[in-house]
């Protein structure tokens, strides 16, 4: 079983550091890529699904979701080298190294996709209140559920949190806090899931 062990996707210069915010869970099966195949075969891995609403219009969600200054916020590490589809997403680590995440869709205003290292990652964005709020969709498909994901998830927890707070105007909070707080739930939610997905 692969287990990721060895850094962790974190955002905030520290491991198990991003976020959420008024966010529902919820896996099931992902159709991953549209094939003829489809109904021939299973589907494998888990998509995690979060949603709510940023108090903010979608031009400006989407600039902080792609702009490496405004990335700089919430997530430190990550930076775009090329913003388009097949471009490349930089995740920097403490250590001086560095990986680098297949971009496969970019729709502006709307839709932003990566790969996270074997899983996907995905920013759905939909302008609502006249465009001064903007609903968020973000899914994350889990290749396959170990014991790294997890924290994985947690840290987008945490992610999805700093933005809102941002929009929100409130003052930051700590994020290692905020990760303890929501990674037991999180941790409970997968584990459920996968014995139901993976019995």
């Known amino acids: 079983m692969h287990n990721k ?16 915010h008024d966010h529902s869970c919820g896996g099931h099966d992902h159709h991953h890529h549209s094939s003829p195949l489809d109904d021939l075969t299973v589907d494998q891995g888990l998509t995690i699904e979060f949603q709510g609403v940023f108090k903010a219009r979608i031009e400006d969600v989407w600039d902080m979701l792609t702009n490496n200054e405004k990335i700089n916020l919430w997530f430190p590490e990550l930076e775009f080298v090329s913003l388009k589809s097949g471009g490349v997403l930089r995740f920097n680590h403490l250590d001086g190294e560095s990986e680098e995440m297949l971009v496969l869709d970019v729709e502006e205003p709307n839709y932003l996709s990566f790969t996270w290292d074997l899983n996907t990652v995905t920013f759905e964005l939909k302008a609502v209140e006249n465009n001064t709020q903007t609903e968020v969709n973000f899914t994350e498909w889990l290749a396959e559920v170990t014991d790294h994901s997890p924290r994985d998830v947690t840290g987008w927890m945490v992610c999805l949190n700093v933005i809102a707070n941002i929009f929100d105007g409130k003052e930051p909070f700590d994020r290692e806090d905020k990760w303890h707080e929501l990674y037991p739930s999180i941790k409970e939610m997968l584990e459920q899931q996968s014995e139901f997905e993976f019995e």
């Open 5 to 20: 062990e060895t850094h962790d996707h974190s955002c905030g210069g520290h491991d198990h550091s991003c976020g959420g």
